[in-house]
Structure formats: C-alpha cells, structure tokens
C-alpha cells in the first residue's frame, strides 16, 4: 500500500502511478534515490517525493487528524544468550516438513486451476514436489529458458518428470528482454540490477495466457533459510564454531570460485565503502551490505559533483539503521540472523518482491502464492538454530533434508544459483544492448539530475575491454541506470 499527503488530501494506492494520476505531483526523491543506490531502499520511502510505503509487517490508521503506522509482526530471531533445549536434526527437519506442505496444501484451494514456477532450484521443485503429492491431476510447471549458463531448464525439465507434471519451457532472448524492458520496469516502479524482473514479467503473462490465474512461487526461502552465498559468508566468518582461520580461508575461496554469476551482486567485488556506522552498531558487517558498498562505488563514481556533495558524506546505512528496531531486533543475535533480517527489511521487501514477485504477477492479473513466507512457516524456522539453516558450504540444509523423498538427486546436490538473465554487457550484439546503449548515451539520462552523463558515456565505452567478471560487476551499474531511463520517460519526473 503506496499513500501520499497532497494539498491536505490523503491518497491511498497500490502504486506510485496511481497516485501521479490523482493528482499527486510526480517527482525524484534525491534521498530515497541514494538510499536505493546504497542498500535498495528505505522500508517506508520510495524513489518519488512525497509517496511513501506501509513498511513490512504494519499497517495504516488514518484519521482527520492523523496517520498512524502500527507494527502487528516481526522476526523476533531469538537471541544467542538465550539457550533453548536442542532436538535432534531429525526432529527439525520433521517440524519443518510439517509446516511447510501444510502451507503448499492450503495454497492449493482454488476454484480455478493452480499452476507453479518452476527453475532448477531447491526451492521452486520443493514447492512443486509438495504440490504434486496432494494433487491427484498434473500440475502445469512453467520454466523460463535462458542461453548458456543462466538456463535451468534440464534441471528444471528433470524435477517435473519426477513429479509426473507437465513441463512448459519459456525461451527468453535478449531481443525479448529488451522488448519488454519498459513495461516490467513501469510495473516495479523501482530500480532494477538485472533484466531478471523482465523475464519474470514475461513468465507471469505466459501464464496468463495459457488460461491460468493462480501460481505458486518459491519466493521467500532464501530470506528465511540463508539461501545466497552472503548468508554462507556470513557464517563461514561469524559463525564457523571450532573452524580454524585456514579452513575459514580456504572455504571462502571455494565459495568465491563456485558463484561467478553472484560477484558483484551478492559478494563484493571490488573497492568498498568502510561502513564504520554499521560495525559498531552491529559489531559485524553483512556480507551483503560490503556486496552492496562495493557497488555503490561505482555508482558514485557516476554521480554528478552536486549530488555527491549532498549526500556522499553522510555515513552510509545510517538511515536503515535509524528505521529499525536495533536493540530489540538485531542486537544479541547470531550474525547470520541479523544479516537476514536485515535483508528480508530491505531488499526482500523493496526489489525481489517487486521486482520478481508480487508485481510482476499482478502485472498480468496473475495471483502468487507463496508458502515460503507463511507466517508459520517463517516463525518455525527462525526458532531452528543457525546450522539447520547453513550446514558447512550447504544453504537451506533443513528444507534439503525435508523435501529428500520429492526432489531430484540433481536438485538435492545442487548450490543455491541467483535467478539471473544473462547480462546485457555480456551481448554486445543483442538488442538489449542497443536499448542500454541509447538510452545512456541520449538526452533522457542528461535529464536526471544525479547522473554526470559524460562519466556514464565514459564508462560505456571502456566495458568493451573488460574482462567476464568485471562486464558481470559494472552490468547492474547499467541496469540501475536505463530503469532510472525508463521511470524519468514514463513518469516525467521532476528533479
């Protein structure tokens, strides 16, 4: 829910879009834009003046006199001073198992037919597998298929025929995702890292167009069960009980080498930012959060001298922090906790569900479901210790041991991989290429006021000779940049 307070007018919406056509002046929010660069945006702003967001787990009292955001719901990861009688890891991947195929169960009511998204990852065959086990028809699987390393499709093609489902693969081409560019980026409203959310705009129309109305997700299990490689940092570094520094060492290595496609975008790459504010608060830095800093180098290096003298000197993550419940919800918990907290406040909420879920589906009218993020579920889970969720190298070990019997041997050895379209830097003969090219290179960047327009074109014309990972790193840097294209064009924002 998207309100916004306008000549004394009160405007409730379930977009920014919607409320620039009732009246509400449409407008760039320098702050939340160098908050969205920093760590992808504050709980309650949005990119536009003036238009803010019930933040997770509140909602909104509105009177004549007043507004009132009330908090109903949180985390509440217990603390590690806190010792609670241990069970069996038996005993809590059965409790897990429970909950989790009586939230894929209840999921299943419709009274048209329910269809699921289907990738080569744990998480969408876990949802697909338990599906499968309470419906006696086949469930329609949809796949979207990428080129090269980016496709699931066998494992994906795989995991349906164990279930007995029916397997629907989408191709998706560059010239697709630049087709489509502006329409997904209109219906996230934000700024985006990878052409991802494009896809997924695609897949949720597909869907639609087979006649569907309903599908369930996998959305939300790496934010409860320390699905990407940063959670696994995370542990290696704060949480690697009797591990010594050369295991530690030799681990992080390991991990580094098996997840090119998350340098960059889950583990830093590069220069970063010191984040001093945030280690002394938390007494740590988020694995994420130095992924996320090492970004927003690059990015500054694009601004224009304006902005950065506005904002470049202010501590960085100050005001997520300041938005937060520090001491009731991060202080005195383990560290892969506070970094999933952290995570799920910020980008669960601000880009993955708009970016890949709720909006992209609601795009075409498409429902999703999305057991992960039942409140059971997610209460079960952050009541498990921090090794039924990181396991040595293995994420999500208590949903991989609960799920065992119903996936592929494939699926159950498999590394967490991050949904990703491949690159556009990577294709320099695609057409979304050509889009990044234009839009950067014409007059709709020169009107943002952020953006210095001659580092940008500078910038541009060094990718060429960059090495994989480098063009991989620099590829969001764009990606921000032509969303940032599109919302000026549609919108018409004013500076």
């Known amino acids: 829910m998207f309100y916004a307070l306008h000549d004394d007018t009160l405007f409730l919406a379930s977009g920014a879009k919607a409320l620039f056509a009732a009246g509400v002046p449409a407008r760039w929010d320098a702050e939340s834009v160098a908050q969205a660069v920093e760590f992808g945006g504050h709980q309650l702003r949005t990119l536009f003046e003036g238009v803010f967001q019930v933040p997770p787990g509140h909602y909104l009292i509105a009177t004549d006199k007043h507004l009132q955001l009330v ?6 990861y217990p603390r590690v001073a806190d010792h609670t009688p241990q069970r069996s890891d038996a005993e809590y991947v059965a409790e897990f198992r429970q909950v989790l195929e009586e939230a894929v169960r209840l999921r299943l009511r419709a009274d048209v ?4 998204y289907l990738s080569g990852g744990l998480d969408s065959c876990a949802v697909l597998g338990l599906a499968a086990k309470h419906r006696p028809d086949p469930i329609r699987a949809f796949t979207l298929s990428f080129e090269g390393e980016y496709d699931e499709e066998p494992q994906a093609r795989e995991m349906a025929a164990k279930a007995g489902d029916e397997f629907i693969p989408i191709p998706i081409r560059q010239d697709d995702l630049a087709d489509h560019f502006a329409d997904a980026i209109m219906q996230s409203e934000t700024l985006c890292l990878n052409a991802h959310g494009v896809a997924k705009y695609l897949l949720s129309r597909t869907v639609r167009d087979a006649g569907f109305k309903v599908v369930m997700t996998g959305e939300g299990s790496d934010e409860i069960l320390g699905g990407y490689a940063h959670f696994r940092r995370d542990m290696l570094l704060y949480n690697a009980d009797g591990q010594d520094s050369g295991t530690v060492t030799t681990l992080l290595k390991e991990l580094e080498q098996n997840n090119p496609v998350s340098r960059g975008l889950l583990l830093a790459h590069g220069e970063s930012l010191p984040l001093v504010g945030v280690k002394r608060v938390l007494g ?10 090492a970004r927003s180098v690059k990015v500054r290096s694009l601004l224009t001298e304006s902005f950065l003298r506005d904002f470049s000197a202010r501590e960085p993550y100050y005001a997520l922090l300041s938005g937060l419940d520090v001491n009731g919800q991060l202080i005195g918990r383990s ?37 992960f993020l039942d409140h059971h579920v997610v209460e079960t889970i952050r009541s498990q210790p921090v090794r ?6 293995t994420e999500k070990y208590v949903l991989r041991e609960a799920v065992r019997d119903l996936i592929t041997d494939t699926v159950y050895r498999r590394q967490k991989h991050p949904f990703m379209s491949p690159p556009a830097t990577l294709n320099p003969n695609a057409k979304l290429h050509d889009l990044v090219q234009d839009r950067l290179r014409g007059r709709t960047l020169a009107a943002i006021p952020f953006f210095d327009q001659k ?13 994989e990972s480098a063009r991989v790193a620099n590829d969001q840097i764009l990606m921000i940049l032509t969303s940032a294209c599109i919302l000026q064009e549609r919108f018409q924002l004013a500076a």
Request: hydrophobic share 50%; with cysteine; charged share 20%.
């Open 113 to 116: 037919p329910v269809a699921c």
């Open 71 to 76: 908090p109903y719901w949180d985390f509440n």
């Open 388 to 393: 039924l969720k990181i396991r040595g190298m």
């Open 284 to 293: 740590f830095l988020p694995s994420w959060m130095e992924a996320f800093a």
């Open 335 to 371: 560290a892969v906790h506070q970094s999933l907290y952290l995570w799920s406040k910020t980008m669960l909420r601000g880009y993955i569900l708009a970016m890949l879920g709720d909006r992209m589906e609601m795009a075409h009218s498409i429902e999703g479901r999305v057991p």
């Open 455 to 467: 580092k940008v074109v500078s910038l541009l014309d060094r990718i060429g000779s960059m090495d």
